[in-house]
């Protein structure tokens, strides 16, 4: 059976943006998602929550990028110019009983990992313009800005912007920016390994070790952990 583990927490500043979904199927396929939203007021919250649960059922029938896709039509409209509608970004993870694959899908700043031979390798390239500019061979310093403004969002997303990969690992991870720009990776990989056959655990234990950064501000973080039966 696919086992899975979720934890979240809000940060500093409430209430928070970050969200999950879990969603099972009859058939058993599990489809998982993690949805950051742009800002903190309850209407980002309700509107995260939303995007979350809406991606992982449409996924668990269609298929992670039918999951995003589907979820992008809940925030298409900009909405009004004095309230404009809530963006996020989003990771989505499927598994389907008897297939070895776990196929994700993503825009924006959400994050997707596989533990392979031991080794915890990412499996998705932030949609940031520091990462836009890396790709266009661009060598020059990387300003913090940079790497925070995010170039994909649900909002945006369309099948020619919605990554995607897979990956026959028996763990997928995915994460927010909370869990993974304030944990370092070999951080990760560490955990990851030490409860890898627990995957509730290990989501609690990569929230918990989630530190603010310098000046004390602490991000809202999630874990979301997928975890298929090997043959």
């Not at 992008?72 to 070895?100: F, K, N, Q, S």
């Not at 990387?142 to 995607?164: D, F, K, N």
């Amino acid at each position: 059976m696919i086992i899975t583990g979720l934890a979240t927490r809000p940060g500093t500043t409430t209430p928070s943006g970050d969200t999950a979904a879990v969603h099972r199927q009859a058939d058993g396929t599990v489809a998982v998602s993690v949805v950051d939203g742009i800002g903190h007021s309850p209407r980002v919250a309700a509107v995260a929550h939303m995007l979350a649960e809406v991606a992982a059922r449409a996924a668990a029938r269609r298929g992670p990028l039918a999951g995003l896709l589907t979820a992008t039509e809940l925030v298409a409209d900009p909405g009004a110019a004095d309230e404009p509608e809530p963006d996020a970004v989003a990771v989505v993870a499927v598994a389907e009983p008897g297939d070895d694959r776990v196929r994700v899908a993503w825009v924006g700043d959400a994050r997707a990992y596989a533990l392979e031979d031991g080794r915890l390798r990412p499996l998705t390239v932030d949609h940031t313009l520091a990462e836009q500019l890396a790709m266009c061979g661009y060598a020059g310093e990387i300003t913090r800005r940079a790497a925070q403004w995010v170039r994909t969002t649900v909002a945006t997303a369309a099948v020619a912007t919605v990554a995607e990969a897979w990956t026959d690992a028996p763990l997928v991870l995915l994460t927010s920016d909370g869990v993974h720009d304030r944990v370092p990776h070999d951080e990760v990989e560490a955990l990851v390994r030490e409860h890898a056959d627990d995957p509730q655990a290990l989501a609690d234990a990569l929230v918990a070790a989630a530190r603010p950064d310098e000046d004390g501000y602490r991000d809202d973080a999630t874990a979301v952990v997928l975890k298929r039966p090997t043959r």
